[in-house]
């Protein structure tokens, strides 16, 4: 078995799958940089990212997938599932030997399938995101959200707030990954902080504007008010707003 | 630019211009507590079909399908900001808290307030925008003109691009109606009563009529901005998520039939995006009303969201949900499925080659369900598996279907009992007729 060892990107990856191709490596595995330590019986090979490369897949993909496609492509890949990379070398693999179709409506192909899965928890995760994402504003004016998604969709929000909220600085920031994004009313930057400033927005209250806890405050009043008591139903209320997202949410705080 | 923050000067600096002026927070609270109570009883909670766009460095855009924020602990969608601007009101609608024979304390929040805590919550990314509904005092203009003033304050002062549904107040003049179309992305008139008898009994003040005129103003200037933008691009938007209405269930005795007919009327005549249906909460221990304590009736509300699915999604038309001398949808199954029992000599249907028209009117098969298999089939003889893996809810579907591989269920389709059969089967799914509840307020999920 040949093993390919990828730097985690989306190009990467792609240039990986490209090389699977060039080189006709039989029995193949792609894996991400991180896990190649791991592996202790086969040769692991070093993909060197190559934009080049990583453009022509891209285009080929696009080509008989439509942008439709090389979304779902990058969702599932996003998904960090472990073996995301061979579910989807597989299924473009599928879609090279059957050039000219659309194979990802083929749904009884199970890598299609699977693909289909993960696109969707990614984007409900994204939407989620969207929804249950709540900004605080912080003492020198900046809107800041602390999250801690499932996958890794930080990315795929950012057109969302910031065609949304253009006058006013936000920071979105994925403490589970440990990188952030910034807006600064211009243009929209990847950041990572210093452990000691990301401990702070962390942990302490003091950084907030004055005037942040009373509209956290007005906002906790408003959602015991506008629910009606004689039709509470907790099972439904969990199941669309599971636990695990509860520490993202201002109604859910005890003051 | 991120040094900074990570040179720790991050928390000395003030930069930020305050934009309003403080609030007295404590009165703020008390009128929210009051006016977000009083409007808790609107259902509504759309925020979709605004599709607002930020291009002038605003602040907010509504996309054009919405987003709840977050979920009440009854289970509803909070997508809106949704309060009254007041429930001092000179009118007495027996069903309502609001109602001027009712004892309880009285609140207004000025037009300022309503604007500040509308931009406060959506900075913070709680709401998608306001739902502003009102009493009446003094008058029908005299209301309408504040609410129309709020959202006026919200576009032209604050460039708030977020979405704003205003309540049309009944008997509202054609002139602030217009005003209020220009500066709303929704607006709705409750019917409340879905009969005219039913509304001379308990809001003897008001009529259907005064409630129509402004509707079918809206309605009509809808269509000429509508025109108009074909012919000149600048024309600027009027109620671009159009009008809804929300329908009372069970305050007064229509059947069913009556409700889903009236319904099936103003979404024809009135080109309404949406009507809701409201269980009725009881709020007053009035003779003419079911009494306090009596359960809201929760299931048959959901089982009229789903015949009103089958109308506007699934080709179904109001007689053939429900007939004259059967006018209560059925409790036990959903209005689909009782479609179907009724109609045995339809089925089977054929996954592999059936019409569209009919794979939607197979139990168990949603909308997007139905458009994967009609893509999946060209590629496969499609089985059992591969629909279920689709999303089609099998456990339902099989009795009506025929796949490419064998399917025993097909045999009960002509029992007598093929309804006791299947409730058995399906008896966990139906006991919790709210398992989709979300869908069912929600088109664009209710479509996944
Ligand atoms: S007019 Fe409206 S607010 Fe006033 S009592 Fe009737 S329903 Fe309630």
């Given at each position: 078995m040949t093993i390919l060892s990828y730097d985690n990107t989306l190009e990467g990856f792609f240039t990986a799958v490209f090389e699977i191709f060039e080189y006709k490596y039989q029995d193949v595995s792609i894996i991400g940089a991180d896990k190649a330590q791991n592996v202790l019986f086969a040769e692991v090979i070093t993909v060197i990212t190559n934009d080049e490369k990583s453009d022509r897949v891209l285009a080929r993909l696009e080509k008989q997938l439509g942008k439709e496609g090389v979304r779902q492509i990058l969702y599932a890949f996003l998904s960090e599932t472990e073996d995301a990379e061979n579910i989807l070398f597989r299924a473009i693999k599928y879609a090279v030997d059957n050039s000219g179709k659309n194979v990802f409506a083929d749904f009884s192909n199970p890598d299609v399938l699977k693909i289909s899965k993960l696109v969707k928890s990614v984007g409900r995760e994204k939407h989620r995101m969207e929804a249950f994402i709540r900004f605080e504003l912080l003492k020198d004016g900046i809107y800041f959200a602390k999250i801690y998604p499932d996958f890794n969709v930080l990315t795929l929000v950012v057109r969302h707030f910031k065609n949304r909220y253009q006058d006013q600085k936000w920071l979105i920031y994925d403490f589970k990954r440990g990188y952030g994004v910034y807006y600064d009313l211009e243009n929209t930057e990847i950041v990572t902080l210093d452990a000691d400033v990301e401990k702070k927005l962390q942990d302490e209250d003091g950084i907030y504007d004055d005037k942040e806890i009373n509209y956290q405050k007005l906002w906790v009043e408003y959602f015991d008010h506008t629910n009606i008591k004689e039709r509470k139903n907790m099972k439904l209320h969990v199941q669309h707003v599971p636990k695990r997202y509860w520490k993202y949410l201002t109604e859910k705080k005890i003051f | 630019m991120f040094d900074y923050l990570g040179n720790n000067t991050f928390l000395s600096l003030n930069l930020y211009p305050l934009n309003f002026k403080n609030l007295n927070y404590e009165r703020v609270k008390e009128k929210l507590e009051i006016l977000a109570d009083a409007a808790k009883y609107d259902v509504s909670c759309s925020s979709s079909g605004g599709n607002r766009k930020n291009a002038s460095k605003g602040l907010g855009d509504s996309s054009a399908t919405g987003i709840c924020h977050t979920y009440t602990e009854d289970g509803r969608c909070v997508s809106l900001l949704k309060i009254l601007l007041t429930n001092f009101c000179i009118y007495d609608c027996a069903y309502c808290v609001t109602r001027i024979s009712n004892d309880i304390q009285r609140a207004a929040f000025t037009v300022d307030e309503v604007v500040d805590l509308t931009m406060s919550f959506y900075r913070r990314n709680y709401i998608e925008g306001l739902f502003l509904s009102s009493g009446i005092f003094k008058n029908a203009d005299y209301t309408m003109e504040r609410l129309v003033r709020v959202a006026k304050k919200l576009r032209l002062e604050h460039n708030f691009n977020g979405y704003i549904h205003l309540k049309s107040i009944p008997d509202a003049s054609d002139e602030l109606m217009r005003e209020a179309g220009l500066y709303a992305d929704r607006l709705s008139m409750n019917l409340e009563i879905p009969t005219e008898s039913g509304l001379k009994l308990l809001a003897p003040d008001k009529s259907h009529q005064q409630m129509i005129k402004p509707m079918d103003f809206v309605k009509n200037e809808i269509l000429i901005y509508k025109d108009e933008k074909k012919i000149i691009k600048s024309t600027p938007k009027f109620a671009p998520a159009g009008q809804s209405t929300q329908v009372i269930v069970g305050a007064t005795p229509e059947t069913d039939l009556q409700i889903i007919k009236v319904a099936d009327h103003f979404y024809k005549n009135f080109n309404l995006k949406r009507v809701y249906y409201s269980g009725y909460v009881p709020v007053s221990n009035d003779a003419r009303l079911p009494a306090l304590g009596s359960q809201v009736p929760l299931v048959r509300e959901n089982r009229l969201y789903q015949a009103d699915w089958l109308m506007r999604f699934y080709g179904f038309k109001a007689n053939e949900i429900l007939e004259q001398n059967n006018p209560f949808l059925d409790l036990e199954v959903d209005p689909k499925m009782s479609w179907a029992l009724r109609n045995v000599d339809k089925f089977p249907v054929m996954i592999q080659t059936a019409p569209l028209e009919m794979i939607l009117r197979v139990?168990?098969?949603g909308v997007k369900s139905a458009y994967k298999i009609i893509q999946a089939r060209r590629f496969k003889n499609l089985t059992l598996e591969h629909i279920k893996k689709i999303g089609v809810s099998t456990n339902r579907a099989k009795y009506f279907i025929t796949v490419a591989n064998a399917n025993r269920s097909l045999d009960f389709l002509d029992a007598v009992n093929l309804k006791d059969i299947i409730l058995k089967d399906t008896r966990s799914k139906f006991e919790?007729?709210?398992?989709?509840q979300l869908s069912l307020l929600n088109d664009d999920s209710f479509l996944r």
């Open positions: - | 139990p168990g098969i919790n007729p709210f398992s989709n």
